[in-house]
């Protein structure tokens, strides 16, 4: 890499992918630890509080490392990619306040409220501290989210000539974009699936391993699957309706996903796999499911879908010659065909298996059945790695499809990145996040093993405020000016 714009589109890769493994795991898990501690509440089983304590540990870590790389995005944005944060700015400035403003404030002060609030707090109120954390995290990322559909669609702006920047006229009109409504269910039901597979996969690891505990760790497994299973129809279904939307208002993505060069005479095939040469091009055997790509992209079995040489005339004739990227021919505005195809067959194909293993543990620990074997605790071990890899090649197919364009229409990838940086800087960059994240990576595995390992806590009575004797006098302060 010898230039500034591939040294800032890799380091942008590298902090996104990397932030990205835990921002749908935190909105997962913070469901899944209100659901079992409201359990807790309307059964008074100590299990589930021995569970939602567990994993409410690790959701803390997670929430704090997702917080911590999710800070240097931000900043990219002002140090690699300046250009482009002039030109959104007014678009992106209002639903990333509110996000920062609202949702995050609103995260944080509760999941305070819930850490410290065991002995403080009555019982149903430190509940609803959870759940309010978790509607925080589904407020974030709808802000977040908006911002990003705006980039794949742009709308409710004005572009100022005199400025060079696109100026927001019409904020309902970002917030609820048609890409928006698409990628948010998507996304949320995604990260529900990866939450309920982490519950999965650390339960099956100690239910084989615990035996003492085995039954409590059978009961969150089975939580775990259920929300998986369910999890994963939605994703699916989601998934379909996001698909026809991106088909609409970017066809070429739809395009790239297959490799489709040439406009389907009648419908067109889906292809489960397919050998041809390194840069996509042509295709030398493929096996394929005959009209699939033409339901998957329209809804319609015999209807026609657009191919790359046709959209990429279409787009010359429409936005000129520019090149895009420094490695893109002038007018050619493919994305890396490779990567878009391959990358959304492994979305599909690991968010599948997921779903698909979350089916096979419920059978078999139906009707208190309780396989103890160790290729069951690595069955169980499965479902998280998959759907973790099917979230971040899901993300880069979104991104990567939209290529050359880093604001679909109206800017480019090479003209949004910053003017002012030099090579040694960029790479001073990349390499000192590398670094960091590194070990950043070193600590969360560590933390997350030594809590994983350890198992839940023993059971331990937690004090009800809403029970005490109004005259505490002789408790000690523990606020006060």
Same mark, same amino acid.
């Given at each position: 890499m010898d230039?500034?714009l591939?040294?800032?589109?890799?380091?942008f890769? /590298?902090?996104?992918?990397?932030?990205?493994?835990?921002?749908?795991?935190?909105?997962?898990l913070s469901?899944?630890?209100?659901?079992?501690?409201t359990?807790?509440?309307r059964?008074?089983?100590?299990?589930?509080?021995?569970?939602? *304590?567990?994993?409410?540990?690790?959701?803390?870590? !997670?929430? $704090?490392?997702g917080?911590?790389?999710?800070?240097?995005?931000?900043?990219q944005?002002g140090?690699n990619w300046?250009?482009?944060?002039?030109?959104?700015g007014?678009?992106?400035g209002?639903?990333? %306040?509110?996000e920062?403003?609202l $949702?995050?404030f609103?995260?944080?002060?509760?999941?305070g409220?819930w850490i410290?609030?065991?002995?403080?707090?009555?019982?149903?109120?430190h509940? %609803?501290?959870?759940?309010?954390v978790?509607?925080g995290t589904l407020?974030?990322?709808?802000?977040?989210?908006?911002? !990003?559909?705006?980039?794949?669609?742009?709308?409710?702006?004005?572009?100022?000539?005199?400025?060079?920047?696109?100026?927001?006229t019409?904020?309902?009109?970002?917030m609820?974009?048609?890409?928006?409504?698409?990628a948010?269910p998507h996304?949320?039901?995604a990260?529900?699936l990866?939450?309920?597979a982490f519950?999965?996969?650390?339960?099956?690891?100690?239910?084989?391993?615990?035996?003492h505990?085995?039954q409590?760790y059978?009961r969150?497994?089975?939580?775990?699957a259920w929300?998986?299973?369910f $999890?994963?129809?939605?994703v699916?279904?989601?998934?379909?309706v996001?698909? *026809?939307?991106m088909?609409?208002?970017?066809?070429?993505?739809?395009?790239? $996903?297959?490799?489709l060069?040439?406009?389907?005479?009648?419908?067109?095939p889906?292809?489960?796999?397919?050998?041809?040469? &390194?840069?996509?091009?042509?295709?030398?055997?493929a096996l394929?499911v005959?009209?699939?790509?033409?339901?998957?992209?329209?809804?319609?079995?015999d209807?026609r879908?657009?191919?790359?040489?046709?959209?990429?005339?279409?787009?010359? *004739?429409?936005?000129?010659?520019?090149?895009?990227a420094?490695?893109?021919?002038?007018?050619?505005?493919?994305?890396v065909i490779?990567l878009t195809?391959?990358?959304?067959?492994?979305m599909?194909?690991?968010?599948?298996?997921g779903a698909?293993?979350?089916?096979?543990?419920?059978?078999?620990?139906?009707?208190?059945?309780?396989?103890?074997?160790?290729?069951?605790?690595w069955?169980?071990?499965?479902a998280?790695?998959?759907?973790?890899l099917?979230?971040?090649?899901g993300?880069?197919?979104t991104?990567a499809? &939209?290529?050359?364009?880093?604001?679909?229409g109206?800017?480019?990838? &090479?003209?949004?990145?910053s003017?002012g940086?030099s090579? %040694?800087? %960029?790479? /001073?960059? /990349?390499?000192?996040l590398?670094?960091?994240y590194?070990?950043?990576?070193v600590?969360?595995?560590a933390l997350?093993?030594?809590?994983?390992k350890?198992?839940a806590?023993?059971y331990?009575?937690?004090?009800?405020?809403?029970? &005490? !004797?109004?005259d505490?006098?002789?408790r000690p302060?523990?606020?006060?000016y």
């Open positions: 230039s500034v591939d040294i800032a589109r890799w380091q890769a /590298i902090v996104t992918v990397y932030h990205f493994f835990f921002v749908p795991l935190t909105i997962g469901l899944l630890c209100a659901v079992m501690e359990i807790w509440l059964t008074r089983s100590e299990e589930w509080l021995r569970l939602t *304590k567990f994993f409410g540990k690790l959701f803390l870590i !997670n929430i $704090a490392m917080v911590v790389t999710g800070i240097v995005q931000e900043f944005f140090m300046s250009a482009y944060s002039r030109f959104v007014d678009i992106f209002a639903p990333l %306040a509110v920062a403003l $949702a995050f609103l995260e944080s002060t509760f999941i409220l410290f609030g065991w002995d403080k707090l009555p019982r149903p109120l509940c %609803a501290c959870l759940w309010i978790h509607l407020a974030s990322s709808w802000f977040i989210l908006a911002a !990003n559909s705006w980039m794949q669609h742009p709308v409710g702006y004005h572009y100022n000539p005199t400025t060079g920047r696109a100026e927001l019409d904020f309902w009109a970002v609820f974009n048609k890409v928006q409504l698409g948010f996304v949320i039901a990260s529900y990866t939450g309920a519950l999965v996969g650390i339960s099956g690891w100690l239910y084989v391993r615990k035996q505990d085995r409590m059978r969150s497994m089975r939580l775990g929300v998986l299973a $999890a994963g129809i939605v699916a279904i989601t998934g379909d996001q698909g *026809k939307i088909t609409d208002v970017q066809p070429m993505k739809m395009a790239s $996903a297959e490799a060069y040439h406009t389907s005479d009648t419908c067109a889906f292809s489960l796999f397919t050998i041809g040469t &390194r840069d996509g091009k042509h295709k030398k055997w394929e005959p009209c699939l790509l033409s339901f998957l992209a329209t809804g319609k079995f209807e879908v657009q191919g790359i040489d046709n959209l990429r005339a279409e787009y010359q *004739k429409t936005y000129g010659s520019d090149p895009g420094e490695y893109y021919a002038p007018g050619d505005y493919t994305p490779p195809y391959w990358s959304f067959r492994w599909m194909g690991l968010g599948a298996s698909l293993l979350a089916f096979w543990l419920l059978w078999l620990t139906r009707k208190g059945r309780a396989p103890t074997g160790r290729w069951f605790s069955a169980a071990i499965l998280p790695i998959f759907v973790l099917a979230n971040s090649v993300w880069i197919f991104e499809g &939209r290529q050359p364009w880093v604001v679909f109206l800017m480019t990838t &090479r003209n949004a990145v003017p940086v090579v %040694a800087e %960029a790479w /001073i960059s /990349i390499l000192s590398c670094a960091i590194s070990v950043l990576a600590v969360e595995l997350l093993v030594k809590f994983i350890k198992g806590d023993p331990v009575e937690p004090p009800d405020p809403s029970w &005490r !004797n109004h505490d006098s002789d302060l523990t606020f006060a």
